[in-house]
């Protein structure tokens, strides 16, 4: 349940179940179903259960988000400034270009109200370009698969700060005081010698209840909460907690949390649309922006970086290798799905852009799988990354 491929596949399923119950003639049910309201209304969680994957079950996945960021900024790559400047500087190419495509082609086209999605595209789902990399990547080096993890964890963050800046219409800030209270009980929790799970999620679910009263999207709470665990081993224990975490909370993301956020998701009604939002601004905006813009940010911003600093790719990768990369960080699915959430309201733009996020990260999905065995039929040099330098053995993806 931990494979990457497993979750991929999953989340593939979930999807594709949701498109065809969404316009079968049952599309009438799959409404209901997603619109059906449970929880207190007390507490002002008497949410739609669609709305309860997006700002409940997603928090797990930006938790899982949290802690891979802490670790790969404590013990991990992105320590190293040398090393983690062109993923990090191709994450924010990889950003910047596709919401400069979407928003240039919604103008273009004559629908400035579309231009409220322009955050959509330049969303990477790290778990479906993961999958493919196990799946059609294996002979390439290893290494490539950190360079894609380190890309696609600064474009998480990059996405959630996006999502706290310009998502966030008010916030209330005594209750967010109270959430931000709450994360730091559960920071002292989670560092205790004697931690328990008895403990920890009544803080997590008591943070993430304050953050989602307090305006700010409630994920954010997640991400908070995973900062806080700490990513080295402490009180004598040979492995560090954020490991731990993982391992035990990242079957629950990959095998429940996102198939199930996929399926209310991904659900588009586009038989009563009549095919009309295949033509509309924004499914073509999206589409661009995640297909071309992805692979032409990362790509562009790593050529001119090695080509005018002195930041060089790691060890056993070159610019090559990164046409696949660019084309995986075009899978948006997971984020983009949230991000429209929170710029539409129900109606012709949403729909597009959903539309256009399931067509674009097909698109770059097969595209990168395409690209990837390209890659890893073609001979190597003994300097791929061109430094001067040969490259040292970093092994296989297996």
Known sequence: MSDERTGGVLLLIAALVAVIWSNSPWRATYASLSGTMVGPEALHLHLSLSTWAADGLLAIFFFLVGVELKHEA???SLRRPKEAGVPV???????????????????????????????????????????????????LPRVLRLFLLTLAAVDDLLAILVIAVFFTEHIDLVVLGAALAAVAVFAVLVRMRNWSWWLLVPAAVVAWGFMHASGVHATIAGVLLGFCVPAVAVHGETEPRTHVLDDAIRPVSACFALPVFAFFAAGVNVVDSGGGLLVQPV?????????????????????????LTPLRLPDAIGLRDLVPIGFLTGIGFTVSLLITELS?????????????????????????????RWDAQRARSADMNRDGIDDTETGPIE
Do not use: N, Q
Not at 90 to 116: N, S
């Open 89 to 139: 500087l191709a994450a924010v190419g990889g950003m910047v270009l596709p919401a400069v495509l979407y928003v240039a082609v919604v103008l273009g086209l004559g629908d400035p109200e579309g231009i409220d999605g322009w955050a959509i595209p330049t969303a990477t789902d790290i778990a479906f370009a993961l999958a493919v990399l196990a799946v059609f990547g294996r002979g």
């Open 344 to 372: 539409f309201d129900e109606g012709a733009h949403r729909d597009a852009a959903k539309v256009g996020i399931l067509v674009g990260s097909l698109l770059a999905g097969v595209l990168g799988a395409l690209a990837l």
């Open 74 to 76: 404590t013990v991990g």
């Open 283 to 307: 499914f073509m905006a999206t589409t661009i922006g995640l297909v071309a813009g992805k692979l032409v940010g990362v790509l562009g911003t790593t050529a001119l970086v090695t080509a």
